[in-house]
Each structure stands twice: as C-alpha cells, then as structure tokens.
C-alpha cells in the first residue's frame, strides 16, 4: 500500500515562501511521477505542478509558472514545492499525488494514490 504525507503547510503573508513535503511509503517511490493539485473552499481541485521519474521533466500550471519549483529526491521518497512570490489566490489545501507512469501529468484522473492535504493560507 502506497501512502502520501504532506507536511510544510501554514499561514504565510502575501509575497512569502513556502516549501511542501510530501514522503511517499513504499519502495518503488522512483518509479512513480510525482504532482501536486490544489483545491480552494467552493472551487474544483486543479493542476499545479507535475514531475517525473528521474526528475527530468517538469510541468506547471500558468498560474504558478516563473513562481513554484516542483523537485524530488528520490533517496528520501519525497517530493517537494518550493512556493514563492505567494499570492491570496495561492490559498488552498494542496495535495500530493503519484501515478505509476514516468511523465509530468496535470491530468488528475492519471493518478492513483493521493495524500490528505495541507493547508496553505496567503494573507493579503
């Protein structure tokens, strides 16, 4: 059984940093592509951030591109999202999420185990 934690979550002013963890269990976490999802109060959960296998290829939503940094470390069974330049639209519960394919997927349907979530709150 594959499970996701996510951790690095909190309340941050507009114009702050943050970094997300997310530690996947399981042995073969090298062999999964890796995304993050975000999902605000009364909206649908959306794309972010995607990275595959090795970490080679990488794939962001227009609304973070230039601003968060998808990486991983696949010694560590983790993945993380280094956020910058937050924004109060940026607030959400975010989610990490892994697919047995190696490609950067924004495609949420592609993914086959997710985590809990953490919560991220930008005050304006």
């Known amino acids: 059984q594959v499970q996701l934690v996510e951790s690095g979550g909190g309340l941050v002013q507009a114009g702050g940093s943050l970094r997300l963890s997310c530690v996947v269990s399981?042995?073969?976490?090298?062999?999964?592509?890796m995304g993050w999802f975000r999902q605000a109060p009364g909206k649908e959960r959306e794309f972010v951030a995607a990275?595959?296998?090795?970490?080679?290829?990488?794939y962001y939503a227009d609304s973070v591109k230039g601003r968060f940094t998808i990486s991983r470390d696949n010694a560590k069974n983790t993945v993380y999202l280094q956020m910058t330049s937050l924004k109060a639209d940026d607030t959400a519960v975010y989610y990490c999420a892994a697919h047995r394919s190696d490609y950067a997927s924004g495609y949420g349907p592609d993914y086959d185990y997710w985590g809990q979530g953490t919560q991220v709150t930008v005050s304006s």
């Open positions: 399981g042995r073969t976490f090298s062999t999964y592509g």
């Open positions: 990275i595959s296998w090795s970490g080679g290829s990488t």
